[in-house]
């Protein structure tokens, strides 16, 4: 069969060059528009279930919401894993799905159990996350202002730039946290509600309903009609104010009777800075499968647009954290190993083949066998990103291989003929080199070809990581035997047919000069066969010894242009707190030279998937190439932050820190879980492990998770002296609630002798 395609391939020696040439537009025009990211979609399906608690601690948070949400989900089928968060307020529960299974099914099947979930009362019922991905946080944008407010900073960005963001094809979700978020607030004086003899339960009915509209259908006039509306919704705080709680003796009783009505900052659970200011910071995260530089682009071109819109003093910085970034550095580094190892391969192959038709034949071999590897990539929906292009620059050199041996058979054939007094025919002398060499060039690829094929094997996390790298290689390799049975020869025939061209070109000097080492060298070793096996056997031996000492990493270390520094603080601590910390470590930071920048985020922004308490802060640092190194930089941020008393620190990179989170649900790059029913037993005992790894070399950042108690205010109900005025639990949980979500933390029941009576601190 392989010699029919190989005489095939003469005898249509146009058509072949032609489709050859088509390819090479045709894969040129698809390698161009592919999506390009910096890893294969390593995620595994996973629907992330969000649930608001209000009110809740993090202990009634995970047994009464998060439990019962985990306990219906682990029976969905093909779920591997499922974990949760609870902190204050909030539960998030991961659902992971086999690799597999397609993310709109696995949605389907997460809304289908979430309907057998039992929620306390009052608790709203579960959302589901967008879908994204780990590696989907592509940027974070800084938006600040000299003089315009903070609060209208921050309202300006929910209700103008997030919306704007949002209709950005590729976007998933943005999440804001910083700056103040506006609200229309009523404060109520406990001793005048209780003059009034109201309750704050009555000022809360008559404030919702106090804003409100309403439909009365329609007016009918002859000839025409008129939809009837009641407006009742109120634009002021003066609206509030003037909203009337009850009529006595024919005197309406006013909210602003009992309350101070007011435009304020709500209660906060995060905050943001750039640079040590405070500052809105935004998390763009973008779908599956999107092109993170064409996404990126037109997220700033979405900004540009938006930006003449904005009061003049607003400030947008969309280079607080680009994904793109690194993309783009780890592309063009790829991109250029292709191109000087494209050129190191053709100064080899003139050196060696002497003539720059044979060089220009064998050369052809690679750009089409690198299109035809993107093209393989294309139809497998794998998009260019470090592995793939790995792939392809780990084959470039093995590309021309085919190729070169069958050009140098047919050049030699082609020399040997033309000093016949009757040379055969060239299609003929083509073909039979061709064929000559067919079987070598085949099983070589073969072989290179089963080397590879393992990574196959490999599952979970390493096989989505390996598979592309492999299958790029294989596919360009694959590529560049078909193109050397059928590219090969036809262009033989054109560049390689005048017999004249022939006769004037033999080896060329350095061949020449080689082959004369060559076969001194060759004798020599055939006469010592036992020495040469013997050292072999030797150096082999010394290479499987040297085998287990080598470190196992599951990716070399990344220079991502940035760092991902995580503060602890005990918990406990107050978000202001928090904050001051937060701008001495960025003050801190800022000693490196070659820091540029740093962008905080403090606690948990609205719609985050991650319950990050108030005690805690993340911080990406942009850096500038320098003279020193990534591990000096990262040392002297270690030496620099060990300096600030009472925090704990992690030092990573962006990247990294997300593939160690994605690996084993932690930022660590190694963690151990212990499980068991008693919390002091494990907190000791993981003291204990943290101890005897501290003594470990190589060991940074090393800390344990803080499993301690949160600092609460307990309100303590007494059933007898409830009994006797008549007062339920869910009386004193909803007065208790409504009074300390405002401002007024000593709000009475119905007088101050009852509240004295029932509860106790």
């Given at each position: 069969?392989?010699?029919?395609?190989?005489?095939?391939?003469?005898?249509?020696?146009?058509?072949?060059?032609?489709?050859?040439?088509?390819?090479?537009?045709?894969?040129?025009?698809?390698?161009?528009?592919?999506?390009?990211?910096?890893?294969?979609?390593?995620?595994?399906?996973?629907?992330?279930?969000?649930?608001?608690?209000?009110?809740?601690?993090?202990?009634?948070?995970?047994?009464?919401?998060?439990?019962?949400?985990?306990?219906?989900?682990?029976?969905?089928?093909?779920?591997?894993?499922?974990?949760?968060?609870?902190?204050?307020?909030?539960?998030?529960?991961?659902?992971?799905?086999?690799?597999?299974?397609?993310?709109?099914?696995?949605?389907?099947?997460?809304?289908?159990?979430?309907?057998?979930?039992?929620?306390?009362?009052?608790?709203?019922?579960?959302?589901?996350?967008?879908?994204?991905?780990?590696?989907?946080?592509?940027?974070?944008?800084?938006?600040?202002?000299?003089?315009?407010?903070?609060?209208?900073?921050?309202?300006?960005?929910?209700?103008?730039?997030?919306?704007?963001?949002?209709?950005?094809?590729?976007?998933?979700?943005?999440?804001?946290?910083?700056?103040?978020?506006?609200?229309?607030?009523?404060?109520?004086?406990?001793?005048?509600?209780?003059?009034?003899?109201?309750?704050?339960?009555?000022?809360?009915?008559?404030?919702?309903?106090?804003?409100?509209?309403?439909?009365?259908?329609?007016?009918?006039?002859?000839?025409?009609?008129?939809?009837?509306?009641?407006?009742?919704?109120?634009?002021?705080?003066?609206?509030?104010?003037?909203?009337?709680?009850?009529?006595?003796?024919?005197?309406?009783?006013?909210?602003?009777?009992?309350?101070?009505?007011?435009?304020?900052?709500?209660?906060?659970?995060?905050?943001?800075?750039?640079?040590?200011?405070?500052?809105?910071?935004?998390?763009?995260?973008k779908q599956p499968n999107a092109n993170t530089l064409e996404l990126t682009s037109s997220i700033e071109s979405a900004l540009a647009e938006l930006k003449p819109t904005l009061p003049a003093d607003i400030t947008i910085v969309t280079a607080a954290f680009r994904q793109s970034n690194f993309i783009e550095t780890a592309i063009g580094n790829l991109q250029g190993a292709l191109l000087q190892?494209?050129?190191?391969?053709?100064?080899?192959?003139?050196?060696?083949?002497?003539?720059?038709?044979?060089?220009?034949?064998?050369?052809?071999?690679?750009?089409?066998?690198?299109?035809?590897?993107?093209?393989?990539?294309?139809?497998?929906?794998?998009?260019?990103?470090?592995?793939?292009?790995?792939?392809?620059?780990?084959?470039?050199?093995?590309?021309?291989?085919?190729?070169?041996?069958?050009?140098?058979?047919?050049?030699?054939?082609?020399?040997?003929?033309?000093?016949?007094?009757?040379?055969?025919?060239?299609?003929?002398?083509?073909?039979?080199?061709?064929?000559?060499?067919?079987?070598?060039?085949?099983?070589?690829?073969?072989?290179?070809?089963?080397?590879?094929?393992?990574?196959?094997?490999?599952?979970?996390?390493?096989?989505?990581?390996?598979?592309?790298?492999?299958?790029?290689?294989?596919?360009?390799?694959?590529?560049?035997?078909?193109?050397?049975?059928?590219?090969?020869?036809?262009?033989?025939?054109?560049?390689?047919?005048?017999?004249?061209?022939?006769?004037?070109?033999?080896?060329?000097?350095?061949?020449?000069?080689?082959?004369?080492?060559?076969?001194?060298?060759?004798?020599?070793?055939?006469?010592?066969?036992?020495?040469?096996?013997?050292?072999?056997?030797?150096?082999?031996?010394?290479?499987?010894?040297?085998?287990?000492?080598?470190?196992?990493?599951?990716?070399?270390?990344?220079?991502?242009?940035?760092?991902?520094?995580?503060?602890?603080?005990?918990?406990?601590?107050?978000?202001?707190?928090?904050?001051?910390?937060?701008?001495?470590?960025?003050?801190?930071?800022?000693?490196?030279?070659?820091?540029?920048?740093?962008?905080?985020?403090?606690?948990?922004?609205?719609?985050?998937?991650?319950?990050?308490?108030?005690?805690?802060?993340?911080?990406?640092?942009?850096?500038?190439?320098?003279?020193?190194?990534?591990?000096?930089?990262?040392?002297?941020?270690?030496?620099?932050?060990?300096?600030?008393?009472?925090?704990?620190?992690?030092?990573?990179?962006?990247?990294?820190?997300?593939?160690?989170?994605?690996?084993?649900?932690?930022?660590?790059?190694?963690?151990?879980?212990?499980?068991?029913?008693?919390?002091?037993?494990?907190?000791?005992?993981?003291?204990?492990?943290?101890?005897?790894?501290?003594?470990?070399?190589?060991?940074?950042?090393?800390?344990?998770?803080?499993?301690?108690?949160?600092?609460?205010?307990?309100?303590?109900?007494?059933?007898?002296?409830?009994?006797?005025?008549?007062?339920?639990?869910?009386?004193?949980?909803?007065?208790?609630?409504?009074?300390?979500?405002?401002?007024?933390?000593?709000?009475?029941?119905?007088?101050?002798?009852?509240?004295?009576?029932?509860?106790?601190?």
């Amino acid at each position: 069969m392989l010699d029919r395609i190989i005489s095939w391939s003469i005898e249509n020696r146009l058509l072949v060059v032609v489709a050859a040439i088509v390819l090479l537009v045709y894969g040129g025009i698809v390698a161009l528009r592919a999506p390009v990211d910096v890893f294969p979609d390593l995620t595994a399906p996973t629907v992330t279930i969000l649930t608001e608690a209000h009110g809740m601690a993090p202990e009634e948070v995970e047994a009464l919401v998060s439990l019962p949400i985990e306990s219906v989900m682990n029976g969905t089928a093909n779920v591997f894993r499922v974990r949760s968060n609870s902190a204050a307020g909030i539960s998030i529960v991961f659902v992971e799905f086999e690799l597999d299974t397609d993310i709109y099914r696995a949605r389907q099947l997460v809304t289908e159990k979430l309907g057998q979930v039992r929620l306390p009362t009052g608790v709203p019922a579960p959302v589901l996350g967008p879908i994204s991905s780990t590696m989907g946080e592509i940027m974070l944008i800084s938006i600040s202002a000299a003089e315009t407010s903070a609060m209208e900073v921050r309202s300006l960005t929910d209700w103008v730039i997030r919306p704007r963001l949002l209709g950005v094809t590729g976007v998933s979700q943005v999440m804001m946290v910083g700056g103040e978020v506006k609200q229309y607030q009523v404060l109520v004086d406990p001793a005048r509600l209780a003059d009034h003899r109201l309750t704050l339960e009555e000022v809360s009915r008559a404030t919702a309903a106090a804003n409100a509209n309403s439909s009365g259908g329609f007016l009918i006039r002859p000839n025409e009609e008129y939809l009837i509306r009641g407006r009742g919704r109120v634009n002021t705080a003066d609206d509030i104010a003037n909203s009337v709680i009850t009529v006595r003796n024919g005197i309406p009783i006013l909210i602003k009777h009992v309350a101070d009505v007011r435009i304020g900052a709500g209660f906060k659970r995060g905050d943001g800075s750039f640079n040590g200011k405070p500052t809105v910071v935004a998390t763009i995260w973008k779908q599956p499968n999107a092109n993170t530089l064409e996404l990126t682009s037109s997220i700033e071109s979405a900004l540009a647009e938006l930006k003449p819109t904005l009061p003049a003093d607003i400030t947008i910085v969309t280079a607080a954290f680009r994904q793109s970034n690194f993309i783009e550095t780890a592309i063009g580094n790829l991109q250029g190993a292709l191109l000087q190892g494209g050129i190191l391969v053709a100064i080899v192959l003139f050196l060696f083949l002497g003539n720059f038709r044979t060089t220009f034949i064998s050369l052809t071999a690679i750009p089409l066998s690198l299109i035809s590897g993107v093209l393989v990539m294309n139809y497998f929906g794998l998009g260019m990103n470090t592995m793939t292009l790995g792939g392809l620059a780990i084959a470039i050199g093995e590309l021309v291989d085919d190729a070169i041996i069958d050009v140098e058979n047919v050049y030699r054939r082609l020399r040997l003929n033309a000093r016949f007094a009757t040379p055969e025919p060239l299609g003929k002398v083509i073909f039979r080199a061709s064929s000559e060499i067919r079987n070598s060039i085949v099983f070589a690829t073969l072989i290179i070809v089963l080397v590879f094929l393992p990574l196959f094997s490999l599952g979970g996390f390493e096989g989505r990581m390996f598979a592309p790298l492999a299958l790029a290689y294989i596919a360009s390799i694959a590529a560049s035997l078909i193109v050397a049975l059928t590219v090969t020869p036809a262009l033989c025939y054109y560049l390689l047919g005048r017999s004249k061209f022939i006769r004037e070109h033999g080896d060329s000097r350095l061949v020449t000069l080689l082959k004369h080492y060559y076969g001194r060298i060759l004798v020599w070793t055939l006469r010592r066969p036992y020495e040469i096996i013997g050292a072999s056997v030797l150096l082999l031996a010394a290479a499987i010894a040297v085998g287990p000492l080598m470190g196992r990493e599951f990716l070399p270390p990344f220079n991502e242009g940035a760092l991902n520094i995580n503060v602890t603080l005990p918990p406990g601590t107050s978000l202001d707190e928090s904050n001051r910390i937060g701008m001495t470590v960025e003050e801190v930071l800022h000693r490196t030279p070659e820091v540029a920048s740093t962008t905080r985020r403090t606690g948990r922004a609205e719609l985050d998937e991650h319950a990050a308490g108030v005690n805690q802060s993340e911080i990406e640092v942009v850096t500038l190439a320098g003279e020193r190194s990534r591990d000096e930089v990262m040392e002297e941020v270690r030496t620099n932050l060990a300096q600030i008393p009472g925090i704990i620190t992690e030092v990573g990179q962006p990247m990294s820190h997300r593939i160690d989170h994605l690996l084993s649900g932690t930022r660590a790059q190694i963690a151990i879980k212990l499980f068991g029913p008693d919390l002091v037993t494990l907190r000791n005992q993981g003291e204990e492990i943290r101890k005897a790894m501290a003594t470990v070399p190589g060991i940074v950042d090393l800390l344990v998770e803080p499993q301690v108690g949160v600092p609460q205010l307990q309100i303590n109900m007494n059933r007898a002296a409830a009994a006797a005025v008549g007062l339920r639990a869910a009386d004193l949980a909803q007065t208790v609630d409504t009074a300390f979500n405002g401002e007024a933390v000593s709000q009475v029941l119905e007088d101050q002798r009852t509240y004295d009576i029932v509860v106790r601190f």
